[in-house]
C-alpha cells in the first residue's frame, strides 16, 4: 500500500482537497487530422477539474501552424475561464514581422503568463537569431518560456538550452519533456542553470526517471505538465503519487512549484 495521504485520496477520490494540481503544460485543440476526446474548452476544463486542477497554462496548437490565428484563439479561450487557465504565446522564429507584432499584443492579454518554443515543428535552432528578439523581451518581463526538448535534436536538445539559459538569466525556462532520451543532459542542465526548471510531459512515464530527478536536481526543480488534450491527466499524477518519493516532493511537483511560478507572472 503506498503510504501516501495525497495518493489514497486520490484513488478515493479522484483528487486532493490539501493537493491541487497546476500544469504547467497543456495546449489547445484541434490539431491537424487527430481526433481527441476532450474537444472543446469546456471538455478540456471539465477534465483538468475532475483531477482537481487549479491552474492550467496552454499554448494553441493551431498556433504552432499559425501563430497569428491561434495565439488569438488561445486568449480568447483562456479569458473565457480567467484566473484558472492560462496561456503562452507561441512565437514562431521564421516570421520575424509577425513574431514582433505578437510580442506587441503580450500586453493585450492577461491571461497570458509566458511565451512557448517549439525548434522542432519550426525546424529553427533554439539558439538561432530568430529567437533573440522573444528571449530578450521575456527577460524584460522576467516571463516564463515553455520550450520544447528532445534528446540529440539538431533544434532543441539540452545543450541548445544550456546555451540559451546562459545568455538569459533572467528568464525562466521549462525544459518540456525535460530533454526526452538525453534526460542526464537536461537533469545537469536544471542543475546548473537556477533558471531552468525540469517539465515532465511524456518524461513522467519512465520508470525510475523521476526520483531520479528528484535526487539529483530537487523537487523543487520539476514542474507537471501532460500536454492536454494528447495524454489524460491521471495518467501523469497518477505516475507522480506512485512514484518512491516522498510527501513534500509529492506536493511541490503536482501543486506548489507550478502556482509559485505562475504568482508573479499572474495578471488575472
Ligand atoms: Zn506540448
Same mark, same amino acid.
Given at each position: 500500500m503506498n503510504p501516501s495521504e495525497i495518493a489514497q485520496e486520490f484513488l478515493r477520490l479522484g483528487r486532493c482537497e490539501a493537493c491541487p494540481v497546476v500544469d504547467m503544460h497543456a495546449h489547445?485543440?484541434?490539431?491537424? $487530422?487527430? *481526433? !481527441?476526446?476532450?474537444?472543446?474548452? /469546456?471538455?478540456m476544463m471539465a477534465a483538468a477539474e475532475r483531477c482537481g486542477v487549479e491552474a492550467m497554462v496552454s499554448s494553441g496548437? =493551431?498556433?504552432?501552424?499559425?501563430?497569428? =490565428?491561434?495565439?488569438?484563439?488561445?486568449?480568447? #479561450?483562456? /479569458?473565457? *475561464?480567467?484566473g484558472r487557465w492560462y496561456g503562452y504565446?507561441?512565437?514562431?522564429?521564421?516570421?520575424? +514581422?509577425?513574431?514582433? !507584432?505578437? =510580442?506587441?499584443l503580450y500586453d493585450q492579454r492577461p491571461t497570458f503568463? $509566458? =511565451? +512557448?518554443?517549439?525548434p522542432?515543428? @519550426?525546424? *529553427?535552432?533554439?539558439?538561432?537569431? $530568430?529567437?533573440?528578439?522573444?528571449?530578450?523581451?521575456?527577460?524584460?518581463?522576467h516571463l516564463l518560456v515553455l520550450t520544447h526538448t528532445?534528446? @540529440?535534436?539538431?533544434? %532543441?536538445?539540452?545543450?541548445?538550452?544550456?546555451?540559451?539559459?546562459?545568455?538569459?538569466? %533572467?528568464?525562466?525556462?521549462?525544459? $518540456?519533456?525535460?530533454?526526452?532520451?538525453?534526460?542526464d543532459a537536461c537533469m !545537469?542542465?536544471?542543475?546548473? @542553470?537556477?533558471? #531552468?526548471?525540469?517539465?515532465?510531459?511524456?518524461a513522467y512515464a519512465v520508470a525510475g526517471l523521476l526520483e531520479d530527478m528528484v535526487a539529483r536536481v530537487g523537487a523543487e526543480k520539476i514542474v507537471l505538465g501532460y500536454d492536454?488534450?494528447?495524454? %489524460?491527466?491521471?495518467?501523469?499524477i497518477g505516475c507522480v503519487l506512485m512514484a518512491h518519493l516522498d510527501e513534500a516532493a509529492r506536493r511541490a511537483i503536482l501543486f506548489e512549484n507550478g502556482r509559485r511560478l505562475l504568482a508573479p507572472r499572474r495578471r488575472i
Open positions: 489547445y485543440v484541434p490539431y491537424q $487530422g487527430i *481526433y !481527441r476526446p476532450p474537444h472543446t474548452p /469546456e471538455e496548437h =493551431l498556433a504552432l501552424v499559425d501563430m497569428v =490565428l491561434g495565439n488569438a484563439e488561445m486568449a480568447a #479561450v483562456t /479569458e473565457a *475561464y480567467a504565446a507561441v512565437i514562431n522564429p521564421n516570421l520575424a +514581422k509577425e513574431a514582433e !507584432r505578437e =510580442l506587441s503568463v $509566458g =511565451l +512557448k518554443f517549439h522542432s515543428i @519550426h525546424s *529553427y535552432p533554439l539558439t538561432g537569431e $530568430g529567437y533573440r528578439p522573444a528571449l530578450a523581451f521575456a527577460a524584460e518581463r528532445w534528446g @540529440h535534436s539538431a533544434y %532543441d536538445s539540452p545543450s541548445h538550452l544550456a546555451e540559451v539559459a546562459g545568455s538569459y538569466p %533572467d528568464v525562466t525556462f521549462l525544459a $518540456g519533456h525535460s530533454g526526452y532520451g538525453e534526460f !545537469r542542465v536544471a542543475l546548473e @542553470h537556477e533558471n #531552468v526548471y525540469l517539465e515532465l510531459t511524456a492536454l488534450p494528447w495524454f %489524460d491527466p491521471y495518467y501523469a
